[in-house]
């Protein structure tokens, strides 16, 4: 499969943005999704996840509450509104799918290419 991160940009702090991440050539609806994010100088971290009939979705600390993960499978794409964007949420920002959904970033095979995100105070 393959996937496409999309909609970063530039927004001040306390502002929204959703990103999507569109895939194609597989069975978008068999698979686990993932969020993650890597900042200049840091290692990729878990952002959230979630399965393939949305049925379980996860998020790490940090953006809980602020940040929801959705899927429609029908336009195999899924998505993560992003609101009360904080000046650490800077960073590129990568979809990846594999069978079943995980914090671990080593657990997914297929990746996109990432969208840049920049919080501006």
């Known amino acids: 499969v393959q996937l496409q991160a999309s909609g970063g940009g530039l927004v001040q702090a306390g502002g929204s943005l959703r990103l999507s991440c569109a895939a194609s050539?597989?069975?978008?609806?068999?698979?686990?999704m993932g969020w993650f994010r890597q900042a200049p100088g840091k290692e990729r971290e878990f952002v959230a996840g979630?399965?393939?009939?949305?049925?379980?979705?996860a998020y790490s600390d940090s953006v809980k509450g602020r940040f929801t993960v959705a899927r429609e499978n029908a336009r195999n794409t899924m998505y993560l509104q992003m609101n009360i964007l904080k000046l650490e949420d800077t960073a590129v920002y990568y979809c990846?799918?594999?069978?079943?959904?995980?914090?671990?970033?080593?657990?997914?095979?297929?990746w996109g290419k990432g969208t840049l995100v920049t919080v501006s105070s």
């Open positions: 979630i399965s393939w009939r949305s049925s379980f979705t």
């Open positions: 990846a799918a594999e069978k079943y959904a995980s914090s671990r970033a080593f657990e997914y095979t297929y």
């Open positions: 050539g597989g069975t978008f609806s068999s698979y686990g």
